[in-house]
């Protein structure tokens, strides 16, 4: 299958790669907090799926991982030599497969694109090869990080596979291995996740709303990168004053828990005194010294106004202001 084929293919159900972003506002707060957010929103999945997104071409990481994968895999059959004995899987990742499903008495078409298939003895595995940078290695030290938990067991659920092996590597680090039982009751907030963006965005034609990643305030400053119109326009419906409630709520929460945590951290600073660096248990606290070295623009102004002139450059863009009342 070509690469035109395979994203002709994605559209046309939800992979592992888009689940988590579905579920990740389903989630409590305590299961998402300290992980890392989902590489897409919903919203950049609502555009995938109904080609509203110009197809790009793979960035570097990806590439570099579509690369490194073959060697992951050596990696791990190494791995497997030691400590699994009797886990195999085939050299070539399997086709990526369409499958339709019934959810709350409703279609749900899920994608499923394994790395490689295995077997334990004789049971059927799924095996994901992953890489990442050394400085994200760290998170693979604990677990598998969630969005990548969402995304096996959106493939056992798909394939019935009772586990998964997770492969990870990167640079000058030994390869990180686990394995992932397959849970029937996160795999069922998976399933309610997908099948009801999929009913109420994708086939009824209604974008999901912006969230607060990156790859949506990104969207927006694409779609309207200027302010053409400077008159203050009316925004005069019932979700325009809950979204300002919500922001004013916001607000005043990040404020005060900014202040509890600049609190905790003048606390950690007077511990250290004047050390740069301090060890808690596992975790390292540092607190050192950084050198910049940066152009005086006032002093080039005063001494070199022609020079400052000639550098000076025009950026035209839009800033958040805020939110204040106004009289009515």
């Known amino acids: 299958m070509d690469r035109s084929d395979w994203l002709d293919l994605r559209r046309t159900g939800v992979g592992g790669s888009d689940i988590a972003a579905l579920v990740w506002p389903h989630l409590p707060s305590a299961t998402v907090l300290g ?3 989902p590489f897409k929103s919903r919203m950049q999945v609502y555009l995938d ?45 399997p086709q990526t497969k ?51 938990r969402c995304q096996v067991q959106w493939y056992m659920e798909g394939l019935s596979l009772p586990r998964f092996y997770v492969a990870c590597w990167s ?51 694409e779609l309207y990168p200027q302010a053409t119109n400077t008159e203050v326009v009316a925004l005069d419906s019932d979700k325009a004053v809950e979204l300002v409630d919500d ?20 606390r950690l600073r007077a511990l250290l005194g004047d050390a740069a660096y301090g060890r808690v248990g596992e975790y390292l606290v540092s607190y050192s010294n950084v050198s910049q070295r940066r152009v005086d623009t006032d002093l080039l102004k005063t001494r070199y106004p022609d020079v400052y002139k000639a550098t000076l450059r025009e950026k035209t863009y839009r800033r958040w202001g805020g939110i204040r009342r106004v009289a009515v």
């Open 49 to 93: 799926k109904t080609g509203q997104l110009d197809e790009e071409a793979p960035s570097e990481y990806l590439r570099d991982g579509s690369d490194l994968e073959p060697h992951v895999a050596a990696r791990l059959r190494e791995w497997a030599h030691e400590h699994e004995p009797t886990l195999s899987f085939d050299d070539e990742p």
């Open 35 to 37: 992980e890392r957010p």
């Open 247 to 266: 922001y004013r709520t916001c607000s005043e929460q990040v404020e005060f828990w900014g202040e509890q945590l600049e609190g905790v951290k003048n």
């Open 98 to 148: 369409l499958v339709e499903r019934e959810r709350k008495g409703r279609y749900l078409p899920m994608i499923v694109s394994l790395d490689r298939f295995g077997r334990l003895g004789e049971e059927p595995v799924g095996i994901e090869l992953k890489t990442t940078n050394p400085h994200s290695f760290e998170a693979w030290e604990y677990g598998v990080p969630l969005s990548y």
């Open 171 to 221: 640079y000058g680090r030994p390869l990180s291995v686990h394995v992932v039982e397959h849970d029937a009751a996160f795999c069922n907030q998976l399933l309610d996740a997908a099948v009801d963006f999929w009913h109420d965005h994708i086939l009824a034609d209604s974008p999901p709303p912006y969230d607060g990643s990156k790859s949506d305030t990104l969207r927006l400053a």
